[in-house]
């Protein structure tokens, strides 16, 4: 069995200013002396990476984009690119979460292209896929993640440039997460569909739970078959509250 190391990513989404890199430097500090079980990554807004980066410096977190465009440059204004987070800093970044899937109605196809930038740029891309409450209700989970995952992964995805976040619409900032078993049959899913597109590769790909995890419940999801991690949205701005999902895999 491929064993995978775990990954705990904080998405700070349009929160923040310089008087929030508090947080990301007090958790630095908190992780000095722990031999961490798993990789921890903060993405904050694209204008503090860089600083984020000096305020961590000599830290293990990783520093990641919430989005990228998929050109290198251009007559693009407001976008960013897959090098420019590159060049502030960026390990990863994610590309097609549900936010950006539903306000600036993100394709599956645009999203695959913005995951293949990042590749090119050296960035691992965090791929996020997911229902709505009314796929779910209509027995259409595990149709629409098979779809996300042909449309969103694009060829030359391997299990160190990709990262996969099953993140249900519905759990996202609700407080509301989906019981262990569903998160058990969705993972499995992924996990089988993966295989069909990524072939051996499939196996190692790190797949996220995200939508609503927190200190409380974080052991328990964590400890769902092919859960290797979290993608932490609200819980991430406090280092106090992040430590609390981290300790999942201390
Ligand atoms: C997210 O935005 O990716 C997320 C999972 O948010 P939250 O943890 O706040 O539900």
Redesign the pocket.
């Known amino acids: 069995m491929t064993s995978i190391r775990p990954m705990v990513a904080g998405?700070w989404?349009m929160n923040g200013t310089t008087a929030a890199l508090r947080e990301p430097r007090l958790l630095a500090g908190m992780l000095r002396d722990v031999k961490l079980k798993c990789d921890v990554m903060i993405c904050p807004p694209a204008t503090l990476i860089r600083r984020a980066k000096s305020v961590m410096k000599g830290s293990k977190i990783k520093l990641g984009g919430q989005d990228c465009h998929a050109a290198v440059s251009g007559a693009h204004t407001g976008d960013i690119s897959a090098d420019m987070l590159k060049d502030a800093g960026a390990t990863s970044v994610i590309v097609g979460?549900s936010e950006r899937r539903t306000n600036h109605k993100e394709t599956d196809a645009q999203v695959a292209a913005k995951a293949q930038a990042a590749h090119k740029a050296g960035l691992t891309a965090i791929i996020c896929i997911g229902e709505t409450l009314d796929e779910r209700k209509g027995g259409k989970t595990l149709e629409v993640l098979t779809g996300q995952i042909k449309g969103s992964i694009p060829a030359g995805s391997t299990a160190s440039n990709t990262v996969v976040a099953y993140?249900p619409v519905w759990?996202?900032?609700t407080g509301l997460t989906p019981t262990t078993k569903e998160v058990e049959e969705a993972h499995a899913h992924i996990r089988a569909e993966l295989a069909k597109v990524m072939g051996e590769e499939g196996a190692g790909t790190r797949i996220l739970y995200?939508?609503?995890?927190k200190p409380s419940n974080a052991a328990e999801l964590m400890g769902v078959a092919n859960v290797n991690g979290a993608?932490?949205?609200?819980?991430s701005l406090k280092a106090v509250d992040f430590i609390g999902i981290i300790k999942a895999y201390l």
Do not use: M, T
Request: hydrophobic fraction near 40%; proline fraction near 0%.
């Open positions: 998405n989404k979460h993140e759990a996202i900032g995200g939508g609503s995890v993608l932490v949205g609200g819980a």
